[in-house]
């Protein structure tokens, strides 16, 4: 019975991790000027630089990401998130039962662990939609599927995001499950409003901050190996669209901002110095950078 | 009253420095000023050398160390410029990841957090404690200013060669080069911080002796070969340290938080520059500190870390605990109180942080 959910659970994270195949990169091509022109500086005190580009169109989809834990306690613990899946050494880790409030009191089991995100990144997010995901909350069996544990206990849930290269909060839940000694496994599922204010953003990170806390009662154990996973719904690529322009520059220095018409783009430059010149084009869609596109031409008295 | 107790501080700390110069002359006294991590502030290898000859137990962690600072006759600076260098952060092999969406010389943000920071230091009330300190010239006290801005310059140098577990000398050399690269000539008013990348770093931070960072002061018999009287901070890599250098001690986000460690012991050490440029040196009995208490703690390492409870209680809600500053550009970046003399009615506290106690100066 278990190795028949492994197996559909990796298959699900087949389908899942397909939904998020990388984007073509960005193109760019440059039909004003043309290649050779002469332009006379006398009359053009502008050059009109112009093409066309080519983006990936952002299509709506979800990537799933699993908590993973390499071990249990010892220094290659490494809690992440990934979008694949697959046997972790910290499977069942238990977080600290070490603060119990008196006779039948609770137990704050701690220290949250942090699941920051170890692929999968960028990210553009789609915070119209719903963060949900599942934490398997485990109670220590006596004998399977005899346990331990009983009372109620509460799983939190925090998710941040890295934008900007700043941790910015995406939202949270809190869910409580009640533990019986009849049973080991507790899927716990969540559901997080993402916070509007990122909607479309291009996320360089996320993390999921778990914490457990009820009775002391052998319980508080988290899943991992494809058990407990967080469903973010995203972007294919990203809505930051932009053409860059450079004379005789090919690394871009300084770059000058061309105006988005759809797939056309134009900008006007001062006619430089008298003699043969190169004008550069590149588009960029969030991280990425496309191959830059030349062009020679001539300027004349 | 107040003036009582204004008198009798002032008479205070002219027996120490009396008998501080005492004790000290015709010898020369020397080591870098450490800035102990939060589970070594009491580690006796960390203390400064004290001042006179009274036996004090290190500071208690996580509180401030009692007793007003005093004027030791060296200088101040009085119109600070922080140079920032990056020594080999776009070398190869400076850093072991990259984060989509950042540079590949900086992938935590760490180096343009500390740009950041120092940009925007200038001109807050936690920088304008230090105002209150100053040098004496023929006779005139000369006090610290609180200018808007700070910010000397920043140098990424990936030209000269780094590699790890550097030493102090080769600290010391690459400040001298900075010197060099800004042109500076105002070396009283200037500092260098040596940022270091993830994988290069100080052979004592990376040794695990205790320390997150320390300020010295280039003399011939401790630096030998480098320009005398050049002012610079070993700024190490504090996130290879996690916690015990500050991070998440003051923002609990993951990503909020991971930073946090730069700021506060960045921030240490530029103040402590700034009202002791000297680092302690008593070189033939003339002693170059500017002000520090007769325990040898400076205005940082007196209110370091204090209310930091590793993520058990937040350190803002302790008077002087580490916490969020607004900088000048309006932004937040979280710092460590700094020891003021006026406040508490003058018998001082660490203050600045936005978490001052009650009565301060």
Known sequence: MRKLIAAALVSAAVALVAGTAVAAGPSVTITSPTAGQRISAHRNPYIAVAGAASFAAPAGQTTRFYLRRNGCGTSNDDPHLSVTSGSDAGDGCGLVLTSVVGAGGTVDQGA????????GMPLTLDASRTVTGTIDLESFGITD?????????TVSVDMEALYQGNGVQIGSDSQSVLVTPTQTSYPVTFAIQPNGALDRADLSGIDLRVHVEGPYAFSGYIGNSGKSWVDVPSWSASFAQSVQVSLDDPSFTNPVPARLDGTSWSVAIPTPALGSHTVYARATQGFGTGAAASQSFTVTK | MTKRILLLCVAAAALLLAAGTTASAGTTLH??????DASHVGDPALQPPPVCCVPVAPPVAGEPAPVNMAYFGGHVQVTPKIYLVFWGWGEPGAFD??????????PDGAAARMTAFIKAMGGTKWAGVSTQYYETVNGQNVYIQNPSNVFGGVWYDNTDPIHDNLSGLELAQEAQRAVAHFGVTDLANSQFVIAQPQKYNEAGFNSGAGYCA??????PTTYPGVQPGISFTNMPYVLNMGSSCGENSV??????GRLDGFTIVLGHEVEETITDPGAEDVVNGQNLGGWYDYSGYENGDKCAWVGYTEGLASPSTVPGGLNNITGNDGKQYPVQSLWSNDSAGGAGYCAGAGDDVPVTG
């Not at chain 1, 599927?145 to 206990?153: E, H, I, L, N, S």
């Open chain 2, 251 to 256: 923002n609990s986000g993951y990503y909020a």
């Open chain 1, 112 to 119: 949250s662990v942090d699941y920051p995100s170890s692929d």
């Open chain 2, 31 to 36: 080591q870098p000023i450490y800035m102990p």
């Open chain 2, 214 to 219: 320390w300020h010295d002061y280039t003399q």
């Open chain 2, 97 to 106: 990841h990259t984060t989509p969406g950042m540079p590949t010389y900086d």
């Open chain 1, 145 to 153: 599927p005899v346990a331990a544990g009983a009372g109620v206990v």
